[in-house]
Structures are given as C-alpha cells and as structure tokens.
C-alpha cells in the first residue's frame, strides 16, 4: 500500500512538473459547479473514464465529493479560474457561453448542461441570440423571467449520452495527436 501511493505521488508530480513546461498530457474535465445540476453525472461518467475533475464553484455554494477535486474560489472569480484552468483537449461544463467561447478559444472542448455542444460553429450565433434577447428584456423591463422547466431523467439521460460522446472524441483525437508526435 505505501509502496502503491509512493509511485502515485511520483507519478502526479511528474505530470505536475511536465505540465509546467507546457506539456499537456492528459485530459481533465472542468465544471461550472456553481447550480450545476449535472456534477454527479460528470462525475460517474468521468470516473468511467479515467478522467480527472474539477468543480469550481465559488464562496457562496459548499460541496463535496469523493471523486472530484473541489475548488472554492471568491464570488464572481469562478469563470476566470477555470479558463486560467483549461487548456487545450480539456472539456468544460457550463451553462455560461461567455465561459464556453472563451474554452473553445484555448482549444477546450466544452458541454452545456442540457447536453448541447458548444463548437466554433455555433458560438457566435449563441452569444448573439444572448445579447439581443439581454436587450429585449432591458427594453421591456422584464428583468425577471420565469426560471427554467424542472429538470427530467430524460434531460439527465441526453446530457449523460451526450457527455460521454464528446469524452470518446475528445479521446480519440487525444490519441490521434499523440501519435503525430511520435
């Protein structure tokens, strides 16, 4: 057993010591914990996986996990941890697409919580629909619309389906690139 966590330790602190040369060697999977109705399902899947998580979330939200890493930061700081965080081949979880555009631009991956994929292809047009939806509601004064449906198995099963589709290409051009470099 002491033997077993000594070659753990060496072995984490060379992937820490490879990474700050710049050296990314592995995947990780970042989330927008704060709310975020999905963990327990990144969590499942990700162990599956073998793939390392973050929860980010900030001084107003307490959680805990057996699995995850937990990372509390000071509020309104969440977004800006994790994308100081992510890095090229990670995936994100987020329901922010301020936070998804700024993954995709560092080469994340990144997921909403209702399963859909944020991809170079459809980020503008989200942050556009964002923008002139903000100002329709400052135009009507509606600053306060009614919350989100109440979420279902079946969303918790698209989201789960659709999580580990983008883990299983996230890993396949992993392999990929890994392969080029040899």
């Given at each position: 057993q002491l033997l077993y966590e000594y070659i753990f330790s060496v072995i984490l602190s060379l992937k820490y010591y490879i990474q700050s040369k710049g050296v990314?060697?592995?995947m990780d999977i970042y989330v927008d914990a704060d709310a975020c109705p999905v963990v327990r399902i990144v969590e499942t899947v990700a162990q599956k996986h073998g793939i390392p998580v973050t929860l980010l979330c900030d001084t107003n939200h307490v959680l805990n996990s057996d699995y995850s890493q937990v990372k509390v930061v000071g509020?309104?700081?969440?977004d800006y941890k994790l994308i100081s965080?992510?890095?090229a081949g990670d995936i994100v979880v987020s329901q922010d697409y301020g936070v998804a555009a700024m993954a995709l631009?560092?080469?994340a991956y990144?997921?909403?919580q209702s399963g859909k994929w944020y991809t170079d292809e459809n980020i503008d047009q989200m942050l556009m629909e964002r923008h002139l939806n903000k100002k329709a509601r400052r135009k009507s004064h509606k600053n306060h619309l009614k919350g989100p449906r109440k979420r279902t198995e079946?969303?918790?099963a698209r989201f789960a389906q659709s999580f580990e589709k983008m883990i299983l290409k996230a890993k396949e051009k992993e392999g990929r690139d890994q392969n080029d470099g040899i």
């Open positions: 990314h060697i592995t509020a309104g700081a969440v965080m992510c890095r631009g560092k080469g990144a997921i909403h079946e969303d918790d």
